[in-house]
């Protein structure tokens, strides 16, 4: 491995993407630095705690004692994105017009700029270059 190479601070590895190339992300504050979630158009991405089949891991970040093991999900259906509530801890999803609170079980669309709390983390929901919404 060069001796300049990126490493994840967070797991060591060295198989990093470039935040520009996800297809959406989820962006938030770990404490001490900024994190970016890339989030994939193929499949869904399960956003939780301590679990090793997730996408976005909030188990380092500060509230994430509020997240569950399997919180919630996000994933492209069509060509709009959705997050499912997964667990029982909020999931609201803020915006200009307002907030949409999403009950456990429910499903609703998110758009790029919404403000996404799961449990008492909030995370910045953005549309990458990959895929855009229809409109």
Same mark, same amino acid.
């Given at each position: 491995?060069?001796?300049?190479?990126?490493?994840?601070?967070?797991?060591?590895?060295?198989?990093?993407?470039?935040?520009?190339?996800?297809?959406?992300?989820?962006?938030?504050?770990?404490?001490?630095?900024?994190?970016?979630?890339?989030?994939?158009?193929?499949? %869904?991405? +399960? =956003?939780? *705690? $301590?679990?090793?089949?997730?996408? /976005?891991?909030?188990?380092?970040?500060?509230?994430?004692? @509020?997240?569950?093991?399997?919180?919630?999900?996000?994933?492209?259906?069509?060509?709009?994105?959705?997050?499912?509530?997964?667990?029982?801890? %909020?999931? +609201? =999803?803020? *915006? $200009?017009?307002?907030?949409?609170? /999403?009950?456990?079980?429910?499903?609703?669309?998110?758009? @790029?700029?919404?403000?996404?709390?799961?449990?008492?983390?909030?995370?910045?929901?953005?549309?990458?270059?990959?895929?855009?919404?229809?409109?």
């Amino acid at each position: 491995m060069p001796r300049d190479a990126e490493l994840c601070d967070e797991c060591g590895s060295s198989a990093l993407d470039l935040v520009g190339h996800s297809e959406a992300l989820l962006i938030g504050d770990a404490g001490d630095r900024p994190a970016a979630f890339g989030l994939s158009a193929d499949r %869904p991405n +399960v =956003i939780g *705690r $301590a679990t090793p089949e997730l996408a /976005v891991d909030l188990s380092r970040f500060v509230g994430g004692d @509020s997240v569950h093991r399997r919180h919630a999900q996000i994933e492209l259906r069509g060509s709009d994105w959705s997050v499912t509530h997964l667990g029982r801890n %909020p999931v +609201v =999803i803020s *915006r $200009a017009e307002g907030t949409v609170v /999403v009950q456990p079980g429910a499903t609703d669309w998110l758009r @790029s700029g919404d403000w996404l709390q799961i449990g008492r983390i909030r995370l910045r929901f953005v549309i990458g270059r990959g895929v855009r919404p229809k409109g």
